[in-house]
T-cell receptor, first 114, second 111 residues
Framework: GAVVSQHPSWVICKSGTSVKIECRSL??????MFWYRQFPKQSLMLMAT?????????EQGVEKDKFLINHASLTLSTLTVTSAHPEDSSFYIC??????????FGSGTRLTVV | SQQGEEDPQALSIQEGENATMNCSYK?????LQWYRQNSGRGLVHLIL?????REKHSGRLRVTLDTSKKSSSLLITASRAADTASYFC???????????FGEGTQLTVNP
């Protein structure tokens, strides 16, 4: 079946540094990738929708200059958290529509900013 | 913004019992899906039900959809301790469009 590989699975960074999270579709082409954030014991909140070759669409309240999304190819989308702060600590998950009316999710990245 | 509500927020049952979780949504949908998430892990797709379907089965899972009430239920029969996880419903307006998630139900199955 469709697989989305997300790396890293966890990362600890110092406040003020940037962190890049990668999501790759391994056996299908993902024209569209979705990025979600999940705080402890809460549901998934859509941050942005990235489309290959074009600018990402951000949800209201999500700072596009802080959460940089690049979708340069049909198999790779990246999310960079710039100048990270402790309040950015969260679980970040990507998802891609796999063309069979389903969505495949990455395994998530636990970001801790200290 | 989240459009779905799920109840109960938490459910604790004994192994062997059935677990029922409910989900409501606010707008018209194309598909409704149920996902499972183990603590700190990614989401696992359980079952998809289309807006023109009313019921669907997959193994020990049974999903119903009532578009007139804008609600869905997930039934897990003969629960096992390994079913302990959070369960989320998610809807989309068109195939491949953004998913909107419900608040989730934390299910605990006690051995």
């Amino acid at each position: 079946g469709a697989v989305v590989s997300q790396h890293p699975s966890w990362v600890i960074c110092k406040s003020g540094t940037s962190v890049k999270i990668e999501c790759r579709s391994l056996d299908f082409q993902a024209t569209t990738m979705f990025w979600y954030r999940q705080f402890p014991k809460q549901s998934l909140m859509l941050m942005a929708t990235s489309n290959e070759g074009s600018k990402a669409t951000y949800e209201q309240g999500v700072e596009k200059d802080k959460f940089l999304i690049n979708h340069a190819s049909l198999t790779l989308s990246t999310l960079t958290v710039t100048s990270a702060h402790p309040e950015d600590s969260s679980f970040y998950i990507c998802s891609a529509a796999d063309g069979n009316y389903g969505y495949t999710f990455g395994s998530g990245t636990r970001l801790t900013v200290v | 913004s989240q459009q779905g509500e799920e109840d109960p927020q938490a459910l604790s049952i004994q192994e062997g019992e059935n677990a029922t979780m409910n989900c409501s949504y606010k707008t018209s949908i194309n598909n409704l899906q149920w996902y499972r998430q183990n603590s700190g892990r990614g989401l696992v797709h359980l079952i998809l039900i289309r807006s023109n379907e009313r019921e669907k089965h997959s193994g020990r899972l049974r999903v119903t959809l009532d578009t007139s009430k804008k609600s869905s239920s997930l039934l897990i029969t003969a629960s096992r301790a390994a079913d302990t996880a959070s369960y989320f419903c998610a809807t989309d307006l068109t195939s491949g469009s953004r998913l909107t998630f419900g608040e989730g139900t934390q299910l605990t199955v006690n051995p």
